[in-house]
């Protein structure tokens, strides 16, 4: 609580600078007005030094105002690992692999899943899933994975933005499952030789939606921070959380979920407005945890055999779409146009008040698409994106970016929302003014949504290290409701 009354406090600062000029002003113009040209005259000298002394005060105002009023937090870039195609399998591959590790209900539970899952044959897994089941998942399998995604990221990253690793001050990691000692962002400082004031932090256990929180921390930290810049990465260990237990609930896990990393440069600093992409310009956080049914929606647990795995409930798309709720009504008043919360205003109040729900069958459903040009949704699974499409009244233009992550990328976590931006640039998407709204799902059960604000046109020809440049002209593709898999 006191780090969001404290964030609030710096916030409304700006209001108290931004008022206070145009407050003083009339008065002054009051003062000289009651003033004659023979007073004028007599008190030149004194005119002259009340304008001095008015110039200082202004200026004082101003300084207080940049000093005190919350900062511009900009993107500057972001960076998409894409593995190497040895790590690419196929569905059937993946399928040869369930066949020799699991019992037969399991593997029939899992190829029904791969069947309608909406990816294509060219996603990635891990090495240590590759062996199975001639050796064991061990810890070194997820260290070596996470070293592989996180690693060539941020490589990436700092190849395209020509920054040197001393600069960065703060270091943010999210993710889900594999937490060594050290942590993932000391094996970040100790890999780049980072200061000794570095900041670091390490999010774990806060599922898919945990990139945003990265991206929330960051705009925390830079309100009371100097000016720098801000290294976040986002990532899942595959390894980590593959589970060889029965518990069907819990073997869904092992087929949605895919190797990728996503490593994004934030600054704070003016003079990196004109060379950024994007401005950050709202977060929304909403949390579910205190429903006992959001809560345990997704949870890991054991099962009777002591094997750790994810369970994902019946009612998972329903607790989703709860939290969307919650979340896209703080989001609302904040980015759609009067008219469109008057509508949805007028709708609570024949329903709830009145009670004339004859009248309106359902709850009016504001327009998102007057509030932003491009949707990025969590490409979690194909039963979340038809669900989201459906309640925010998408196009399938809308919902191109995040079909085809899943399909070409699968579901990459958190970072998935970052291969989808990266997929819109380099389609040419992005204009410069362009309003881009990322939606995160994740345990807890969390939905949490970053408005970012375009600041330029990205021009596809000068994207580099882009994961879709080479292949981007294939896409998009149908994908099948069902893609058979031969036994």
């Not at 064991?136 to 690693?151: A, G, P, Y």
């Not at 992409?277 to 647990?301: C, I, M």
């Not at 939905?447 to 294939?474: F, G, M, R, Y």
Request: hydrophobic share 40%; proline share 4%; glycine share 6%.
């Amino acid at each position: 609580m006191k780090e969001n009354s404290s964030f609030f406090c710096v916030k409304n600062i700006k209001l108290v600078y931004l008022f206070a000029i145009p407050l003083i002003l009339p008065f002054i113009a009051i003062y000289l007005l009651t003033l004659n040209v023979e007073v004028l005259n007599n008190q030149i000298i004194t005119l002259k030094s009340l304008s001095i002394l008015l110039i200082v005060l202004f200026a004082a105002v101003l300084l207080l105002y940049f000093k005190h009023g919350p900062r511009t937090v900009y993107l500057v870039d972001f960076s998409c690992y894409k593995p190497d195609p040895s790590d690419m399998m196929s569905k059937r591959e993946l399928l040869d692999i369930i066949t020799s590790t699991f019992d037969k209900e399991s593997v029939d539970l899992q190829k029904k899943v791969l069947e309608r899952c909406g990816y294509s044959d060219m996603t990635y897994i891990p090495e240590g899933i590759r062996m199975l089941p001639d050796k064991l998942l061990t810890f070194n399998n997820s260290r070596k994975e996470i070293e592989k995604v996180m690693f060539g990221a941020i490589d990436d990253l700092l190849w395209k933005t020509r920054v040197k690793a001393d600069e960065i001050g703060i270091v943010i990691v999210n993710i889900g499952v594999h937490n060594p000692t050290p942590s993932l962002s000391s094996m970040i400082v100790n890999r780049y030789k980072l200061g000794v004031d570095v900041l670091t932090y390490n999010i774990s256990g806060m599922g898919c939606s945990a990139g945003l929180i990265s991206i929330d921390l960051a705009n925390r930290l830079f309100q009371t921070q100097v000016s720098g810049y801000a290294l976040v990465v986002s990532t899942e260990s595959i390894n980590a959380g593959y589970y060889l237990g029965k518990d069907r609930s819990k073997l869904i896990t092992n087929c949605l979920f895919r190797m990728g990393a996503a490593a994004i440069l934030l600054s704070n600093r003016f003079s990196d407005y004109r060379r950024s992409k994007y401005k950050l310009k709202h977060v929304v956080r909403t949390h579910k945890g205190a429903d006992d049914r959001a809560f345990k929606s997704v949870y890991q647990e054991q099962d009777e055999d002591e094997n750790i795995g994810i369970s994902l409930s019946k009612s998972l798309t329903v607790v989703a779409g709860e939290t969307l709720k919650c979340n896209v009504t703080a989001l609302g008043p904040l980015v759609l146009p009067m008219s469109e919360q008057l509508l949805f205003f007028a709708s609570f109040i024949v329903r709830k008040i009145f009670k004339m729900n004859n009248i309106l069958k359902r709850p009016y459903i504001p327009d998102f698409k007057l509030a932003f040009e491009h949707f990025f949704i969590h490409a979690g699974g194909r039963a979340v994106l038809d669900e989201m499409e459906k309640n925010l009244e998408l196009t399938e233009w809308h919902m191109e970016p995040s079909r085809m992550t899943l399909y070409r990328f699968g579901n990459t976590s958190s970072s998935s929302l970052w291969y989808e931006l990266a997929y819109s640039e380099a389609k040419g998407r992005i204009k410069k003014g362009d309003r881009a709204w990322q939606i995160g799902f994740g345990s807890g059960f969390k939905c949490n949504s970053v408005v970012w604000h375009a600041l330029k046109t990205i021009n596809p020809k000068d994207l580099e290290k882009n994961p879709w440049t080479e292949e981007i002209q294939d896409f998009p593709v149908h994908v099948p409701a069902v893609m058979p898999l031969c036994s």
